[in-house]
């Protein structure tokens, strides 16, 4: 890969690092909240709050799982980054071939090429 696609790549995930960064902030807010917020109301009566309180744990399940992706996509990206660092970028982790770049053009952090990815998601890799 040339350096200056290189140089693209990266800060086009360091973008994405920001952007990906700050969602999670503030839904890892959210998540401390609702913890406060359960704490408030262990003293109070559960029976005439089951309804809210059954939409309020699927809010905070949903934030959780939604945090949880963000942290990994986080982490996709921070691996990605430290590959243009020691120069591995672009290499496709499971055949070792460079990963065609309209694919890390729209999936920066693509860790393998569109063959080993299906590869990996039909269990076969
Ligand atoms: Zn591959």
Redesign the pocket.
């Known amino acids: 890969m040339r350096k200056t696609d290189t140089q693209r790549f990266r800060k086009l995930l360091l973008e994405e690092k920001e952007r990906v960064g700050a969602s999670l902030a503030r839904h890892e807010k959210i998540i401390a909240h609702t913890d406060d917020q359960s704490g408030l109301e262990t003293g109070k009566a559960h029976s005439n709050h089951m309804a809210d309180q059954g939409s309020d744990e699927f809010q905070y399940e949903t934030t959780i799982k939604f945090a949880n992706k963000e942290g990994r996509h986080l982490y996709n990206i921070e691996e990605a980054l430290s590959r243009i660092e020691d120069g591995t970028y672009g290499k496709?982790?499971?055949?070792?071939?460079q990963?065609a770049l309209p694919r890390l053009r729209s999936l920066p952090y693509a860790r393998?090429?569109?063959?080993?990815?299906e590869?990996e998601e039909a269990g076969t890799l």
Not at 112 to 117: N, R, T
């Open positions: 496709c982790l499971g055949c070792e071939q990963i393998l090429c569109i063959e080993c990815k590869k």
